[in-house]
C-alpha cells in the first residue's frame, strides 16, 4: 500500500438493496458475489467485496499485533463518513485463531467496498488505497457495479439447487470412538480434580466433487439461522450463536452459552420441555455458570457496571436449544480511553464455553486430548471499526475451505464430571447440522 487509505461513507437510504436487484432483495443476496467477507444477522450488518489492506499474525500477542497494526492505518488514513454509527467509516473484517500455538494465520482484512444495512437504512463504504478520496457518486457507481445490474454477481443465487450429487463426509483428527474415549479421558482428570471444566472438539471433513458453493452456503444459512450471527472471512464461515463482545460507543455486550440439548432429541416437545431438562438440570446448570463466571471476572477490569441476568433463558435454534445468558457493560477508561473491542477479546478470549477453566489447565488439556489444530474455530471472528467500535462473535458451527471441493468442519462440547461420552459425540452432530445441511447433507 503506498498511499495512506481514503475511505468515504454515503447513507443509501431505506435499505432496499434489492432495487437494483429486483429478484433477490436484501443483504443476503449479496453473498453471490466471489469472496464477499460477510457479518449478518436477521437481515442487518455488513457485506464487504475486494481488498485494500491486510495484516496476518500469529501467536500470543496475535489479538495486540493486530490492534497495533489497526490504531495506525486508522491515524494514516483520512476517512469521511456521512453516517457515523458503528460499523460505517473504514472497517476491517477479522478472524482469530484460537490457539496462541496454532499455525493460522490470524487477520484483519479492509475491503475496497463495504455495504451495510442498520436498523432498516443501508449505507456504502467505499476506501482507496491510491490517496484519491473517494466521491459519492463513485461510491454508489461501486455498488451497483457489485451488486449488480446482476451480471456476474448472481453466479448461483436463485438458480435450481443443483442435483445431488457425489458429497462425502471424511473423518476428521480422531474417529468417533477415539473422541469419546478422550472425552471419557478427560472426564477421568475432572474427577481426578485437575479442573473444572473441558471443552473437547472434533473434525469431519465434506468433500463435494462439484466444488463446495461458499456463497450458496452463507445464504442457506443467513435464511435458516437468522437468529444467529452469519459470518465469513476468507475461507472460514459460519452462523454463531455465541457472542464474545459486541462494543457499540461505550456498551459492551455478550451473550454466553453453554448447555445444549438436541431438538430432535426434544422430540417436538418444544419450550417447556427444553427449560425443565436444561435449566433444571444440575450438569447443565453448573456447565453454563462456569462459562458466566468466566467472562464476567475477565469483563470486570474494563466496566463501571456491569448486568447479568440471574437466570438464564433458553437460546431456540433450528438445530437445538441452549442455555443463555445477555450480559452488558458500560465500559470504563483505561489508561483515558473507553478500549477497542480488540483490547477486549484479547482479555476475554478464551471463554470457558470454548475452553475450559482453569483456562490453562484446560488449554494444556485440550492439545494433549483433542490431536487437532482448531485453526480458526472457537476463536473470534467478526468486525471492527476505526473507533473501536465491533462485534466479535465466536467462530462456532462454521467450516474451514480447505481447497475448492473441501471444507473442514468442527464441533464441541463442554465437559463436566458428568459428561457422558457418547451423549456428547451425538451432540457435536446436532452442533454440525448447520453447516450439513447447508452443504446438502441430510444426516
Ligand atoms: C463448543 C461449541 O459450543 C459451545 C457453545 C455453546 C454450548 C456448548 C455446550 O453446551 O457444550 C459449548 O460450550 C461448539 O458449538 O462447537
Known amino acids: 500500500m503506498k498511499h495512506p487509505l481514503r475511505a468515504l461513507t454515503v447513507d443509501l437510504g431505506a435499505a432496499d438493496l434489492g432495487a437494483t436487484d429486483p429478484g433477490t432483495a436484501g443483504l443476503a443476496s449479496a453473498l453471490s458475489v466471489p469472496d464477499a467477507q460477510c457479518w449478518i444477522r436477521r437481515g442487518e450488518g455488513q457485506v464487504g467485496f475486494g481488498e485494500v489492506a491486510r495484516f496476518t499474525t500469529s501467536g500470543p500477542d496475535r489479538f495486540i499485533e493486530a490492534e497495533d497494526?489497526?490504531?495506525q492505518l486508522v491515524l494514516e488514513a483520512e476517512i469521511r463518513d456521512e453516517v457515523e454509527h458503528p460499523g460505517t467509516g473504514l472497517l476491517a473484517f477479522g478472524s482469530f485463531a484460537?490457539?496462541?500455538?496454532?499455525?493460522?494465520?490470524?487477520?484483519?482484512?479492509v475491503p475496497e467496498l463495504v455495504v451495510g444495512v442498520r436498523d432498516g437504512r443501508a449505507w456504502a463504504t467505499l476506501a482507496r488505497g491510491d490517496g484519491i478520496v473517494p466521491t459519492p457518486e463513485e461510491v454508489r457507481r461501486a455498488v451497483v457495479r457489485t451488486l449488480g445490474s446482476g451480471e456476474g454477481t448472481r453466479t448461483t443465487a436463485g438458480a435450481a439447487p443443483a442435483a445431488p450429487g457425489p458429497v462425502r463426509l471424511g473423518l476428521g483428527a480422531l474417529g468417533e470412538q477415539r473422541w469419546m474415549d478422550a472425552v471419557a479421558a478427560g472426564v477421568r482428570?475432572?474427577?481426578a480434580g485437575e479442573l473444572e471444566k473441558l471443552v473437547l472438539a472434533r473434525d469431519i471433513v465434506v468433500e463435494d466433487a462439484r466444488g463446495i458453493d461458499r456463497g450458496g452456503v452463507l445464504r442457506r444459512l443467513t435464511s435458516a439461522y437468522g437468529d444467529t450471527w452469519v459470518y465469513g472471512v476468507d475461507g472460514l464461515v459460519g452462523a454463531t450463536p455465541e457472542m464474545l463482545i459486541q462494543v457499540a460507543g461505550r456498551t459492551a455486550q455478550a451473550r454466553v452459552l453453554a448447555g445444549t440439548l438436541d431438538r430432535r432429541e426434544a422430540d417436538g416437545k418444544g419450550l417447556e420441555y427444553a427449560e425443565r431438562v436444561l435449566a433444571g438440570?444440575?450438569?447443565q446448570?453448573?456447565?453454563?455458570?462456569?462459562?458466566?463466571?468466566?467472562?464476567?471476572?475477565?469483563l470486570e477490569p474494563f466496566s463501571e457496571?456491569?448486568?447479568a441476568h440471574d437466570e438464564p433463558f433458553i437460546l431456540e435454534l433450528p438445530n437445538v436449544f441452549h442455555l443463555a445468558s445477555d450480559v452488558r457493560a458500560e465500559l470504563a477508561d483505561v489508561e483515558g480511553h473507553v478500549p477497542t473491542s480488540l483490547a477486549?477479546?484479547?482479555?476475554?478470549?478464551?471463554?470457558?464455553a470454548v475452553c475450559g477453566t482453569p483456562t490453562s489447565v484446560a488449554g494444556a488439556l485440550i492439545r494433549e486430548l483433542e490431536g487437532l489444530d482448531r485453526g480458526p474455530y472457537a476463536g473470534p471472528v467478526g468486525w471492527l471499526d476505526a473507533a473501536g467500535n465491533g462485534e466479535w462473535g465466536i467462530a462456532l458451527r462454521g467450516g474451514v475451505l480447505e481447497s475448492a471441493t473441501e471444507m473442514r468442519l468442527y464441533a464441541g462440547c463442554g465437559i463436566v464430571e458428568a459428561s457422558d461420552p457418547a451423549s456428547e459425540l451425538a451432540e457435536t452432530w446436532a452442533k454440525f447440522r448447520p453447516m450439513l445441511e447447508a452443504l446438502g447433507i441430510e444426516r
Open 281 to 283: 438440570s444440575p450438569k
Open 189 to 191: 482428570r475432572i474427577a
Open 285 to 298: 446448570r453448573h456447565e453454563h455458570e462456569i462459562a458466566i463466571q468466566s467472562l464476567t471476572t475477565a
Open 344 to 352: 477486549l477479546i484479547n482479555a476475554l478470549h478464551p471463554t470457558a
Open 69 to 71: 497494526w489497526w490504531k
Open 98 to 109: 484460537f490457539s496462541k500455538t496454532s499455525p493460522y494465520a490470524s487477520r484483519l482484512v
Open 305 to 307: 457496571a456491569m448486568n
